[in-house]
């Protein structure tokens, strides 16, 4: 059982997390300015700039190109034309296109829209940290102060999603009502999270099984009916948010959809797949993007079933089913397999890294291959504009690349089955009102 933190202690989390966006938004400020153009953009030499000096962001860079600048309410009079996003679509789910839209509403300049929309992501990192300080006590620290904060807070639109995923097991492992209502809250965050990122609609099948199972075995019976409304309840608050976009404008809803299912794999994806089958996986091979398109889907569908199928092994020698083991291997498999691989992806992670008791070299290793990616990718890009051989044996930059790519794979795949055997740092046990440890049993 985790150690609770006071509510000072708390207060000084979420203070040191606080500092440390605020690190995080001045790394990526140092890309405004001092000029603008007529756009908006910031002078001189902004893409240059932004490689060479590690502090591109996705946020300050869609400024131009996705209306954003014009204000354009997303997606009602989208479209994708040619591969390129047009009339407002973002290549976002619509809740993030709505924060896209609310961060540039009264601004001018990309660099506006990196003060504001920081603005808007910033209480869910410090609501994140909060969250994990009430699970998971002074473990939240590798959330609070860690590197990747300062490298991805503000990179793209990932707090929210975070805060959705974290607040849903908040919600089932902690709540004080009966399982099936808190699964029911639950499920509703997991839903609006599918609406920002996507990524949490992958728990929502181990919270299924989780109710299923009767979570904390208070009761020794299947719950198949409690099962099916937790996966009811996400379904329906995806479809609900997602609903006013399609009748609105159809095919700008679904420009986004299709804009990242047309995705090829190449160099700016960082996966394993560009780099596992170089020269073969140039952009302009067709059979080969057109079969990554197969292959990388199922195998991630392959990863999930594994690690469901493994949780369930757990759950029949334990009488629990591990709903935050299952849940971080699936992100895992995720995370390996599919053909996309941004570095802020690694703030879907970190909470796993929080919630679940595995040896702290694990989760520095693997931060240290974040960080070989996550500078060496754009530190890599500046030298390419630079004319600088693209070989991974014409430079360092290119050299931690490759040590990223295939040091954060090998990491999770290990981690895929760490995880899985990882007991959780918070349970039943810890919620309110519950004194002692239910009575488990396997019948």
Known sequence: MT????RAALAVLVVLCGVTMVLGFANK?????????????????????????????DIQHLWIGRDIDRHVFPYVDGALEKGQLTGGSVEYPVLTGVLIWAGAFFVDTDAGFLLASSALLAPFGLLTAWLLGRMAGWRSLWWAIGPPL???????WDLPVVACAVAAFYVTLLGKRPLVHRASIAAVLLGLGFALKLYPALFVVPLALYVLTN????ESRYDPRGALRVVAIAAGTGVAANLPFMLAGFEGWWA??????????????????????????????????DLMGLISPTLMLASFALACA????????????????????????FLLLHKVHSPQYTL???PMFVLLRIPWGWIAGYLVADLAMGIGIFRWFAALQDGEGSGIYDGFAAQAVVVGVWGRAALLVALFFLFLRADSVVSARDRPGLAHPPLVTCG
């Open 348 to 350: 879907w992670l970190l």
């Open 310 to 333: 493994l949780g369930w092994k757990r759950y029949r020698r334990d009488g629990v089913y591990p709903l935050l083991p299952v849940s971080a291997a699936m992100l895992c498999g």
């Open 256 to 289: 986004s959809f299709q804009f990242q299912g047309d995705r090829k794999v190449d160099v700016s994806t960082n996966s394993i797949w560009f780099w596992a089958f170089r020269p073969l996986s140039d952009p302009d091979n067709e059979v080969f993007q």
């Open 29 to 57: 400020d140092r890309c405004t300015g001092p000029e603008f153009d007529f756009w908006g953009r910031s002078e001189p030499d902004y893409t240059h700039r932004s490689y060479a000096d590690v502090c591109y962001s």
């Open 215 to 218: 979570g904390e075995r208070e």
């Open 3 to 6: 150690k609770k933190l006071s």
């Open 150 to 156: 300062v490298l991805y807070a503000f990179h793209n």
